[in-house]
């Protein structure tokens, strides 16, 4: 009705398992802090980077720009630039074509000589009325003649300036040109494009993403099209000078470098990017980390199964041999691994002496019923009272001249005290009958082996007795009964009974003779060997006999 | 730096009685020029590169009025032009004086008075000269031969200018202090009078000039606020 029941893992698996997840557990709780810290730590380093690029940006910036006026100003003082300006305005009314386009060829080239000389997209020479004479540069063609320019705001006391001009944004740095009299002719504008191309060095400088709005709309950037429009649209709104946001899905902090006028410069950092290589790096020493981890617990738990499993499997071999032998007097070896396991083992050993104790008392409750059995069968007639008992201590004395092992002894001593165990079947009359006997009686007698044997199969305990019981009367030459083997066939236990009973039979006085002497009823044995009884069982027998005392203290040649 | 607005408002007639017994072949044009401010804007301060420093000579003593040039325009003249010397000197790394009016055909020096090396070249159209540096105590000089407005510069010191007026008469002058000027000796006719600044350019008026008579006429320039 039982339930199949899964057989339970090994020691081993259990103890892997549980360090296993242990050790998991430590790592998912070491991940989470991990990130959580990294995330932070990244924030603040990205924010302070911005805070120091600022810092350095500002700086670099105020001397760029000093170093830009120094320049211009200096160029501002080319002569013939001056005078072709100064000559070209006075004439300007009054000179032909000729002479004003040979002026401008002088103030041109006058100026592509100040541009080749300078770090600046264009520098552009306007009049007084702020309107485009000439320009030179890498993008002077986008200050045409005759076009005013009008900045949108300067800073006061300084001459730098935002102007918007052909769709492009530039930083201007103004220096007038004035003669000693006091007298400006013009002025010369350095200008700077504010183009991806400026974002592109601004954030190679900076180190950070770059981006530049002017009067809320986006000049120029190093971000990604998306984010970019994002950043556009959120400084619009409100012109932060530093914080943190999210562009497009993306987490960047932005702090603004410089402003001149509307036009703002922004440094910007990408937080998830800075996490993302921070993350990968530490990810990849917490891998390690873990995998030494799992390696160290694998380890641990192996030896910590096999510390607890190894002695258990001792144990458990030498009971399952002890089981196996059915030997409950052997004792458990101590293990001496753990103060658990000895505990164990010793009261498993006092388990089994008691257990052999109780056992040993149970055989010899045993022995002693089926001995006052036979006694009983014994006194039935007064001439064969004790017989048993002395065929049983004869048989022994046989048996160990024969070096029977002691379980063979034990199986010999109480098998033939069983011996005639089946003479309960035969009745007293014929039993006590002096001589007579007819082949009807006979007969009955004859039955007692096979009936003795018969009661002995209803007793497990007394198996290894029934041929003893049963073959007693066989002979060697295949005369006896009750199955008439012959030789070797019949088994060594019931070869010693036989010759012991027929001793004891000659030596003790029956109704219709008296007993015969020790020696006489060696010689009958000596005579018939070989045909009713083994010789080399009378032969031990011979050997045996003079050592042999029976529970009374006689010895059997003394009662003779 | 100076703030210069000259207020001279009276208008005085000035009366020359012509020479007793004598019937006066010609007329006089008299009157006054005034500048008046005209302020726009103001020039970009530079911090960066100071002004380069021109020595001991304020260039602003020399009052504005003397700046101004009036003239008679197209004005036809018979005979041979009486041709002048004129000087222009480099003092303290400036031209003196910082206008002058010359007839065609007249000679100008250019003494150099400064312990160091100066040079003068124009570019202009009516007259492209270029009279490579010298010394102190050295003086080139330069003859101009074509009527028109010559800007004179250094090409070592490029804040120093001058300009001459090379006219085509002898009628012309500089203003006194006080912005008073008379023409005199001018054939009787129908003028155009000029009154001439190096920033403003040209004012004119018509005038008509009678025998033994003065004409009074007073110009106004613009002159913008220097500051």
């Known amino acids: ?560 | 730096m100076r703030r210069y607005v000259v207020s001279i408002a009276s208008l005085v007639a000035v009366f020359i009685a012509a020479p007793r017994g004598q019937a006066p072949e010609t007329g006089i044009i008299a009157g006054h020029v005034k500048l008046t401010p005209r302020i726009k804007g103001r020039a970009l301060p530079s911090t960066a590169y100071p002004t380069r420093a021109v020595g001991a000579h304020d260039p602003t003593s020399v009052p504005e009025i003397k700046n101004v040039v009036v003239y008679l325009k197209n004005a036809a003249f018979r005979g041979a032009l009486p041709p002048t010397r004129s000087e222009l000197r480099q003092e303290h790394e400036t031209f003196l004086p910082h206008v002058l009016a010359i007839t065609r055909g007249s000679t100008v020096d250019f003494p150099n008075d400064d312990p160091i090396f100066h040079n003068v070249f124009s570019l202009s159209s009516a007259a492209t000269f270029d009279l490579r540096r010298y010394p102190r105590g050295q003086s080139r000089s330069q003859t101009f031969t074509k009527a028109g407005i010559v800007k004179v510069f250094c090409n070592i010191h490029s804040h120093m200018s001058a300009t001459i007026l090379v006219l085509d008469n002898p009628y012309f002058t500089i203003p006194a202090l006080d912005g008073s000027f008379e023409l005199p000796h001018l054939p009787p006719g129908e003028y155009l009078l000029v009154g001439w600044h190096e920033r403003v350019g040209e004012r004119q008026s018509t005038v008509r000039v009678e025998r033994g008579k003065t004409a009074t006429i007073d110009l106004s320039l613009p002159v913008e606020d220097l500051q």
């Open chain 1, 1 to 560: 009705m039982s339930a199949v029941r899964a057989r339970p893992p090994r020691l081993l698996f259990k103890t892997l398992a549980v360090t296993f997840a242990t050790v998991s557990i430590i790592l998912v709780i070491v991940f989470v802090v991990v990130s959580i810290s990294i995330g932070d730590q990244v924030r603040e380093s990205v924010t302070a980077n911005l805070e120091s690029s600022q810092r350095m940006f500002a700086a670099l910036e105020t001397r760029r720009q000093r170093e830009l006026l120094a320049q211009a100003s200096t160029l501002a003082e080319n002569p013939t630039l001056k005078a072709a300006l100064d000559t070209y305005q006075a004439e300007a009314r009054t000179s032909s074509e000729a002479v004003k386009s040979q002026l401008f060829a002088t103030i041109d080239g006058e100026l592509r000589k100040v541009a080749a000389t300078i770090e600046s997209d264009a520098v552009v020479l306007v009049d007084m009325h702020q309107s485009t004479l000439a320009a030179a540069g890498r993008m002077g063609e986008r200050f045409p003649r005759g076009r005013p320019i009008a900045l949108s705001n300067s800073r006061e006391g300084t001459f730098d300036g935002i102007a918007r001009l052909g769709g492009g944004v530039f930083r201007i740095v103004a220096v007038p040109l004035h003669y000693g009299d006091g007298a400006t002719v013009g002025t010369l504008y350095l200008t700077t494009s504010l183009d991806t191309a400026y974002a592109d060095e601004l954030a190679r400088l900076a180190g950070t993403k770059t981006a530049i709005i002017s009067d809320g709309l986006m000049v120029a950037s190093t971000l990604p099209a998306a984010a970019g429009r994002e950043f556009e649209a959120a400084m619009a709104s409100n012109r932060l000078v530093a914080g943190t946001k999210t562009f497009n899905g993306e987490t960047y902090a932005f702090r603004r470098l410089v402003a001149v006028g509307d036009t703002a410069f922004y440094a910007l950092g990408s937080i998830d990017e800075s996490s993302r290589g921070v993350m990968r790096q530490a990810m990849r020493n917490l891998g390690f980390t873990a995998l030494g981890a799992m390696g160290l617990a694998l380890l641990g738990s192996i030896t910590l199964a096999r510390l607890l499993a190894d002695p258990i499997g001792e144990l458990s071999t030498s009971l399952a041999r002890m089981a196996a032998t059915h030997d409950v007097t052997s004792r458990l070896p101590l293990t001496g691994s753990s103060l658990e396991i000895d505990a164990l083992t010793e009261t498993f050993n006092d388990l089994m002496t008691s257990v052999a104790l109780a056992e040993a008392d149970t055989e010899a409750a045993y022995t002693g019923a089926i001995r006052a059995l036979a006694m009983a069968l014994d006194a039935r007639d007064p001439y064969t009272a004790g017989h048993s008992d002395r065929v049983s201590v004869l048989s022994v004395a046989i048996g160990r001249t024969l070096s029977l092992s002691a379980e063979d002894l034990e199986v010999v001593r109480l098998g033939a005290l069983l011996h005639d165990i089946g003479k309960i079947g035969v009745p007293d009359a014929v039993l006590r009958k002096a001589s007579g006997l007819t082949a009807a009686e006979f007969d009955l007698i004859k039955e007692h082996p096979v009936l003795g044997a018969r009661i002995l199969r209803s007793v497990p305990f007394l198996a290894p007795h029934i041929p003893i019981v049963e073959l007693h009367h066989e002979r060697p030459d295949g005369r006896g009964y009750p199955n008439g083997l012959s030789g070797d066939d019949i088994p060594l236990a019931a070869r010693i009974v036989h010759v012991a009973d027929a001793y004891d039979a000659m030596t003790s006085a029956r109704a219709y003779r008296g007993a015969r002497p020790s020696g006489e009823a060696l010689r009958e044995l000596w005579r018939c060997a070989g045909t009713e009884f083994h010789a080399d069982i009378v032969g031990a027998l011979a050997t045996a006999l003079p050592g042999v005392t029976y529970d009374d203290g006689d010895t059997v040649l003394a009662r003779v």
